[in-house]
C-alpha cells in the first residue's frame, strides 16, 4: 500500500476517532493517544532520516509526512480529558490532569509549532530542519514533565 493511502485511512480513521473521543470509554481514549504517538514518531523518523541525509530529501514526501504529524498532533489533544489518567497502562503523568492549564498551554504550543511544519517541508531541508527541532524540542519538553518512566494503570 502506497504511503499516501496509509496516510489517508489513517487520517480518516483518526478524525472519526477524535471527533468522537468524548464518547469512548478512557482506556480506548488512552489506547488511541499511544497509537496517535508511534504513528507520529514514525514520521518524524522518516523526515529525520531526510534532514540528517539518511535518506534523499523528498520534497512530496516530506510534506506529506508534515501534514501527517501536524494533523495527529492537533487530534491527539482531544484524548486527555478527564477520566483518562487511567484505565489502561499509560505512560502519561498524573500531572496532566493535575495542571491541566500547564499542559494545555503547552499542548497548544505544540499543536503551533506543528501546524508550521507543512509549510517547512515545502522549502527544502534546511527549513525543514529548524521547524523539525522546534516541534522535536516541544515533544521533548512535555515527554520530560508529562510522561512517567514507567507504565500505571
Known amino acids: 500500500m502506497q504511503l499516501r493511502h496509509v496516510i489517508v485511512l489513517t487520517a480518516a480513521a483518526l478524525g472519526t476517532v477524535a471527533a468522537t473521543a468524548q464518547t469512548f470509554k478512557p482506556e480506548d481514549q488512552i489506547r488511541y493517544r499511544q497509537s496517535v504517538m508511534q504513528v507520529t514518531q514514525r514520521s518524524l523518523g522518516a ?23 501536524a494533523n495527529l498532533i492537533a487530534w491527539s489533544g482531544t484524548s486527555f480529558g478527564p477520566g ?13 490532569w493535575s495542571e491541566p492549564d500547564k499542559f494545555k498551554a503547552l499542548y497548544d504550543r505544540h499543536i503551533a509549532e506543528a501546524g508550521k511544519l507543512p509549510a517547512a517541508a515545502a522549502g527544502d531541508a534546511n527549513t525543514l530542519k529548524a521547524q523539525f527541532a522546534e516541534v522535536t524540542r516541544n515533544c521533548k519538553t512535555c515527554h520530560d514533565d508529562y510522561r512517567s518512566r514507567e507504565y500505571r494503570n
Not at 47 to 69: F, Q, S
Not at 84 to 96: E, L
Open 84 to 96: 483518562t489518567d487511567k484505565g489502561a497502562p499509560t505512560r502519561a503523568d498524573a500531572k496532566i
Open 47 to 69: 523526515l529525520n532520516g531526510m534532514i540528517r541525509g539518511d535518506t534523499p530529501y523528498n520534497k512530496e514526501l516530506a510534506v506529506k509526512h508534515a501534514e501527517t504529524i
